[in-house]
């Protein structure tokens, strides 16, 4: 257990600071900021959007408490991320361009992979008595779990 708190605070913690410091540069339009938006396409204003939304997002995920703004501030972040590096790759940039965005949001994958319970909106696949929930012989329909009987969609699923 020690070891998955240290590793959630080391990834939130270098998470936490590349955003905090990315957002700040962001926001001020320091030269390499603005020369590196115009190479990627994008208008400059765009840095002020994601410079406010990348300090609010540090503040949510450190802050106590508040699990629902922790969840949307992962996402986010993921979202950036991913964005940064799809950007850099159709901009033809080499793999130095991407591999931060990159290291960055498997940090926040991680991050979110081990934050305590405390931090959670709850767990994602509770576990039931006796194992795995009941089926329906013949039919992929859960019959146990998340508050009584489901119905499948059309083709089966549920």
């Not at 001020?28 to 997002?57: N, Q, R, S």
């Not at 909106?121 to 146990?144: H, I």
Request: charged content about 15%.
């Amino acid at each position: 257990m020690k070891t998955k708190m240290i590793g959630y605070w080391a990834t939130t913690a270098m998470l936490a600071f590349a955003l905090t410091a990315g957002g700040i540069a962001d926001l001020t339009h320091p030269k390499v900021i603005d020369e590196g938006m115009t190479h990627l396409g994008y208008p400059l204003y765009f840095a002020t959007i994601l410079g406010f939304w990348k300090v609010l997002g540090a503040i949510a995920l450190l802050a106590p408490r508040l699990p629902r703004l922790k969840e949307w501030a992962y996402a986010g972040v993921f979202f950036d991320m991913t964005g940064a590096v799809a950007s850099h790759i159709l901009s033809g940039d080499t793999l130095v361009q991407f591999l931060w965005p990159l290291f960055f949001a498997v940090c926040a994958v991680a991050s979110w992979a081990l934050r305590p319970e405390s931090r959670t909106l709850g767990v994602l696949f509770p576990p039931r008595e006796g194992g795995r929930p009941a089926l329906r012989p013949g039919n992929d329909t859960v019959t146990e779990g998340y508050g009584g009987e489901r119905t499948p969609m059309a083709g089966g699923t549920v």
